[in-house]
């Protein structure tokens, strides 16, 4: 493995030994923020994760939610609040949450670990931003 995978996935290790069930996003984030990591964008439903990293990037690839050919479902900020509401209250597992929020129209979101915070996107370019707290370990 490169440095650079080497950091990432002992960064991600970590950061599942220490998080919290209840509102554990922002503990994963300031991990991977001191580890280096600047971004992480996903590509859903492929379930693809980009790492902008100190020093370069790196591409990982999670299991797709669906194969084959599926209509993308409308954006829907409703749902997608409520999908990230269930997450931050610790009522669902992250597979789950990828589903909840493709179904709620999301094909990708950009989690900035420097500005603290994650942008979801629509297919037609709507969007939904929420900021995450500051959180020291």
């Known amino acids: 493995m490169t440095s650079l995978i080497t950091k990432l ?38 379930c693809q994760s980009v790492y902008m990293m100190q020093g370069g990037a790196i591409v990982q690839q999670g299991n797709p939610l669906l194969t084959g050919v599926s209509e993308i479902p409308v954006f829907q900020k409703d749902k997608l609040i409520t999908a ?29 670990f420097v500005k603290r915070n994650v942008r979801y996107y ?8 929420e900021d995450y707290p500051e959180v020291h370990l």
């Open 9 to 46: 996935t002992e960064a991600q290790k970590y950061a599942m030994s220490i998080r919290p069930k209840i509102g554990g996003f922002p503990v994963l984030a300031e991990v991977l923020r001191q580890a280096g990591v600047t971004m992480n964008r996903w590509t859903l439903p492929s």
């Open 84 to 112: 990230l509401r269930l997450d931050q209250e610790g009522g669902s597992t992250f597979p789950e949450f990828l589903k909840s929020t493709w179904e709620a129209g999301v094909v990708g979101y950009d989690a900035d």
């Open 122 to 129: 629509g297919v037609n370019g709507e969007s939904y931003q």
